[in-house]
């Protein structure tokens, strides 16, 4: 088996509605390699010799960073970098540990926003040094789209970019082989070249686009048999970069909501971590309350005192204030239920707990059974 490495430094990222961006998005798939190895076009500075086993990095469309590695040093942590196409200005984006085998993982939800568009540089740092960068080994391969070079904005623009635009884009290098697919305008060539950081390009051949826009390119064993690369493919015409490789977000997902959920104990019953004080004695037999992300509040009692009135509120965390959530009615059998549409405004992040009362009493609580 052939094994090539290669750094994605300088993989590009292009959001939809960027000036650019018409191409749709496309996410990013890479091994991660070591540093230290990479030779072609040229060596790399300030690198660590940290060990790897394997290694992996991928972003999505929806711009998610999920890292991986397996056989790193271990327990040690290592801080994901992005920078800039010369591997400049670098920003940190999260703190991955490893555990007592060397082993990591990282997942950043909307690690990259809609509609930023810029050039990353994806490495993972220890002890000040470059350890491992985003590249491709054997048969583990890299997978990129193609972005607009004047889409470019995150943190600067790119320079000597030209006008093109595209549909669709793709670049895949595996075992030494890298295969380009292109849908932008008709009947164009391209100069396919692989830039270093800051240095010259080294030309791989020429694509060009058929009648209706779409062209393939192909190059077998365009480095030698265990050459370990590092750079980027940019499609050039008219002397400007066009397109580079890279990835596009085009949807984000929704952002991580915190809910709360959970069941209602009797006061008297709580032991842990202390018994409550000014308990009632009304019987229950199970409650829950739920308040989502749109500020409702719903609660539900089972089995409490038949045909009577329970009063809802929600208590502070340090039980320095409390807030009536409303009023519920029991049945026959001891059952009630009250929703609160709006209860809590929008951008309300509270902490506290939900308590029941009848009569002013304390009655019900929030919490949890052990049970095991």
Same mark, same amino acid.
């Given at each position: 088996?052939?094994?090539?490495?290669?750094?994605?430094?300088?993989?590009?990222?292009?959001?939809?509605?960027?000036?650019?961006?018409?191409?749709?998005?496309?996410?990013?798939?890479?091994?991660?390699?070591?540093?230290?190895?990479?030779?072609?076009?040229?060596?790399?500075?300030?690198?660590?010799?940290?060990?790897?086993?394997?290694?992996?990095?991928?972003?999505?469309?929806?711009?998610?960073?999920?890292? %991986?590695?397996?056989?790193?040093?271990?327990?040690?942590?290592?801080?994901?970098?992005?920078?800039?196409?010369?591997?400049?200005?670098? %920003?940190?984006?999260?703190?991955?540990? %490893?555990?007592?085998?060397?082993?990591?993982?990282?997942?950043?939800?909307?690690?990259?926003?809609?509609?930023?568009?810029?050039?990353?540089?994806?490495?993972?740092?220890?002890?000040?040094?470059?350890?491992?960068?985003?590249?491709?080994?054997?048969?583990?391969?890299?997978?990129?789209?193609?972005?607009?070079?004047?889409?470019?904005?995150?943190?600067?623009?790119?320079?000597?970019?030209?006008?093109?635009?595209?549909?669709?884009?793709?670049?895949?290098?595996?075992?030494?082989?890298?295969?380009?697919?292109?849908?932008?305008?008709?009947?164009?060539?391209?100069?396919?070249?692989?830039?270093?950081?800051?240095?010259?390009?080294?030309?791989?051949?020429?694509?060009?686009?058929?009648?209706?826009?779409?062209?393939?390119?192909?190059?077998?064993?365009?480095?030698?048999?265990?050459?370990?690369?590092?750079?980027?493919?940019?499609?050039?015409?008219?002397?400007?970069?066009?397109?580079?490789?890279?990835?596009?977000?085009?949807?984000?997902?929704?952002?991580?909501?915190?809910?709360?959920?959970?069941?209602?104990?009797?006061?008297?019953?709580?032991?842990?971590?202390?018994?409550?004080?000014?308990?009632?004695?009304?019987?229950?037999?199970?409650?829950?309350?739920?308040?989502?992300?749109?500020?409702?509040?719903?609660?539900?009692?089972?089995?409490?005192?038949?045909?009577?009135?329970?009063?809802?509120?929600?208590?502070?965390?340090?039980?320095?204030?409390?807030?009536?959530?409303?009023?519920?009615?029991?049945?026959?059998?001891?059952?009630?239920?009250?929703?609160?549409?709006?209860?809590?405004?929008?951008?309300?992040?509270?902490?506290?707990?939900?308590?029941?009362?009848?009569?002013?009493?304390?009655?019900?609580?929030?919490?949890?059974?052990?049970?095991?």
């Amino acid at each position: 088996m052939k094994r090539l490495a290669a750094v994605t430094a300088g993989l590009l990222f292009a959001l939809s509605g960027a000036a650019h961006a018409v191409a749709k998005g496309e996410g990013i798939d890479a091994a991660l390699v070591r540093c230290v190895e990479v030779t072609y076009p040229l060596n790399l500075a300030a690198c660590g010799t940290d060990p790897l086993g394997t290694g992996r990095l991928e972003v999505k469309q929806t711009g998610d960073l999920e890292a %991986t590695v397996t056989g790193a040093l271990p327990s040690s942590t290592y801080e994901v970098f992005l920078g800039t196409i010369d591997g400049s200005s670098p %920003t940190s984006i999260v703190v991955m540990g %490893t555990d007592t085998s060397g082993n990591g993982k990282v997942h950043v939800p909307n690690a990259f926003d809609l509609d930023q568009t810029g050039v990353v540089v994806l490495a993972l740092v220890r002890n000040a040094q470059v350890q491992f960068v985003a590249g491709f080994v054997g048969d583990r391969e890299l997978k990129a789209g193609l972005v607009p070079c004047g889409a470019i904005n995150t943190p600067v623009a790119l320079s000597t970019c030209g006008s093109d635009v595209m549909k669709h884009g793709e670049v895949k290098i595996e075992d030494g082989d890298v295969k380009v697919e292109l849908y932008a305008g008709a009947n164009t060539a391209y100069d396919v070249v692989v830039r270093s950081f800051g240095g010259p390009d080294v030309a791989l051949g020429t694509l060009t686009t058929n009648n209706k826009g779409k062209g393939q390119f192909r190059l077998e064993n365009f480095v030698p048999d265990t050459t370990v690369g590092a750079g980027n493919v940019v499609l050039r015409r008219d002397a400007h970069d066009q397109f580079v490789t890279g990835f596009q977000v085009t949807s984000t997902r929704p952002p991580f909501v915190a809910k709360f959920q959970a069941g209602l104990l009797r006061c008297a019953s709580v032991n842990t971590l202390a018994a409550l004080a000014g308990c009632g004695a009304d019987q229950l037999k199970k409650g829950e309350v739920f308040i989502d992300e749109k500020g409702d509040v719903k609660v539900h009692l089972f089995g409490a005192v038949p045909l009577s009135d329970y009063e809802v509120f929600f208590v502070a965390f340090d039980a320095s204030s409390e807030v009536s959530l409303g009023t519920l009615t029991t049945n026959p059998a001891g059952n009630g239920h009250v929703f609160a549409a709006d209860a809590f405004p929008a951008g309300t992040r509270g902490a506290g707990n939900v308590i029941v009362k009848r009569g002013g009493v304390q009655q019900y609580v929030t919490g949890f059974v052990v049970v095991r």
